[in-house]
């Protein structure tokens, strides 16, 4: 049950904090019940706060957990976000805090018989739940040593046991405390063991106690996770039943690997791009609710015409994209091969722990700058699709691949069926003779595939100038509401009418893309009637017949010398 704990007058000062409460005091009380982390955990607020001596809560969409020192005395507060990165409140202390289960902190001082110490919210209260022993759980792997020093120099009698996670930070935090230590047996941490395993399984598995590490006992044993082939109880399974967690609602799940393809021109990377925005500021991506999370933005394109495009996107929305975990790789990478993928991994892994954020989203555009081998190879992007697999099963975090189509448009993605195969999702992105671009789902694993999406490109004017004083121009998209695509007249049209009206669609995207590589507005793109002409390769008294045909179906508008497609 949740105490009163000792107020600090430096925190209590924060405005930080007090701007961040402020914002969500009318929240409802059902809102404050639920959250995505609580759900994927099979844990209920109501339950974490029984158990807690101090206060848990969900303040908007974010769940908050006190912290406090061996003493009772407030600390500060960590904030654990819909997508479980977790990062400590402004001005708050971690080396040394924890979040206590069924103790008080002031009783530290006379405490005798087993302490146990761990590093996550979800794994104390499991441990807690389990055992029925107090729990000290702190702020991350790395504070795990620090806390347990303070708690064994304050609570001298206590019998301290480190409950780690089974991995290589685990079992390094672990060593480091001096103290006796457990880690799961297969699972990574011990609320995996709960959901997997069952309440006996964490029993048992803390049993299993390893003595304080020497530097004499050699190299610390390998971790096990995945490292065994093991089978789970329907049973279980069942009864830990959850819904879809969705990064992007209704279109791109949590944790599960996506690929967008489309010719070029048809608008995929900027799909990509504008999904990343949403995704890294945590704004609805037209209309449907995203869940705020870091993305890491591995591009084989110049980082000029992307910054454009960001800007772009930022003045649209007016969202600052300044603060937002959001990082766009410098270079393309081989991730058909085990080194370079190991490197871009270590990359993201290094980064994600400076900011605090485990990745939500990690894009690879496009997969043919990125990939090394040969695309039609099954080996080869086996290989491609096992290194996504790693990084995307190392946080939880969904991979979306931007592809190219194939040269049969209605057989999907370029290259090895492997791909088509092994993805979750598979969205195509197409450019109709309009400039509408629909995004449609080919496939949808574990849901009902979202109804299309239609766009549009909307010049965006940036805060520069090129070299001859003219404005520069991005470009953004925005939802086009209703939109049908039309359907194709090619049956009621002759052979070069169709040829004519393809052309043209071809010369007004290759216009509007030399537009926006120079920094101008993409929509200002026009077509002269001559080369139209010229690209159809009709003599001009056919020209001019099928010309006129267009114009009478309303396909083409004629502004001599310009000529454009219909809108």
Request: charged share 25%.
């Amino acid at each position: 049950m949740q105490e009163p704990i000792k107020e600090n007058p430096v925190l209590a000062a924060t405005s930080d904090e007090a701007s961040f409460q402020s914002e969500h005091l009318n929240d409802s009380p059902s809102s404050r019940e639920e959250h995505p982390y609580l759900n994927r955990k099979g844990l209920t607020l109501s339950e974490l706060q029984e158990a807690a001596h101090c206060p848990v809560e969900v303040v908007g969409d974010v769940l908050q957990r006190r912290l406090v020192d061996a003493v009772g005395t407030d600390q500060g507060y960590e904030r654990i976000w819909p997508d479980g990165s977790k990062k400590a409140g402004h001005g708050s202390k971690v080396s040394g805090t924890f979040t206590p289960f069924g103790f008080q902190p002031d009783e530290l001082l006379n405490f005798q018989g087993s302490l146990i110490v761990c590093a996550g919210l979800a794994d104390g209260y499991r441990i807690h739940e389990a055992t029925g022993l107090p729990v000290a759980c702190c702020v991350g792997e790395p504070t795990l040593a620090s806390l347990t020093k303070i708690l064994f120099t304050v609570a001298s009698q206590a019998d301290v046991l480190v409950a780690a996670d089974n991995d290589e930070a685990g079992m390094r935090a672990a060593k480091a405390t001096g103290r006796r230590w457990a880690v799961p047996e297969r699972e990574k941490d011990w609320s995996d063991v709960y959901q997997q395993e069952g309440m006996h399984a964490v029993r048992e598995q803390l049993a299993n106690v390893r003595e304080p590490y020497d530097d004499d006992d050699g190299p610390l044993p390998e971790p096990e996770t995945e490292r065994r082939f093991r089978f789970v109880a329907a049973g279980s399974m069942v009864a830990h039943l959850k819904p879809i967690a969705w990064l992007v609602k209704g279109y791109v799940e949590r944790d599960s690997l996506a690929v967008l393809f489309g010719e070029p021109g048809h608008g995929k990377s900027f799909i990509a791009i504008d999904m990343a925005c949403s995704v890294a500021t945590g704004a609805p991506w037209h209309g449907c609710t995203a869940t705020r999370g870091a993305v890491f933005y591995i591009a084989g394109e110049g980082h000029n015409g992307i910054a454009r495009r960001l800007k772009a996107w930022e003045l649209q929305r007016q969202l600052p994209l300044s603060d937002a975990p959001l990082f766009v790789s410098e270079t393309s990478a081989n991730l058909s091969d085990y080194s370079s993928a190991a490197e871009v991994a270590q990359t993201v892994k290094t980064m994600a722990e400076e900011i605090g954020q485990a990745p939500a989203l990690i894009v690879v555009d496009t997969l043919a700058r990125n990939f090394g081998g040969d695309e039609n190879s099954a080996t080869d992007m086996g290989a491609f699709i096992r290194h996504l697999d790693d990084m995307r099963h190392e946080w939880k975090a969904t991979v979306l691949v931007v592809h190219h189509s194939g040269k049969d448009k209605t057989k999907g993605a370029r290259g090895s069926t492997a791909l088509r195969g092994a993805v979750d999702a598979e969205y195509s992105a197409t450019k109709d003779e309009f400039g509408a671009i629909t995004l449609e789902s080919g496939k949808m694993k574990d849901a009902e595939p979202p109804e299309p999406m239609s766009f549009k490109l909307e010049g965006v004017k940036l805060p520069l100038l090129n070299d001859e004083g003219n404005p520069v121009f991005g470009a953004a998209l925005t939802h086009i509401a209703g939109y049908q695509p039309p359907k194709r007249e090619t049956a009621r049209m002759g052979k070069n009418q169709t040829a004519a009206l393809e052309c043209l669609r071809k010369l007004y995207q290759k216009h509007a893309e030399r537009l926006e590589s120079g920094g101008q507005d993409p929509s200002k793109a026009l077509v002269a009637i001559e080369d139209w002409q010229k690209e159809t390769g009709l003599n001009r008294q056919r020209f001019q017949e099928v010309r006129t045909s267009l114009e009478e179906k309303g396909l083409v508008n004629i502004t001599a010398p310009y000529v454009e497609l219909a809108s």
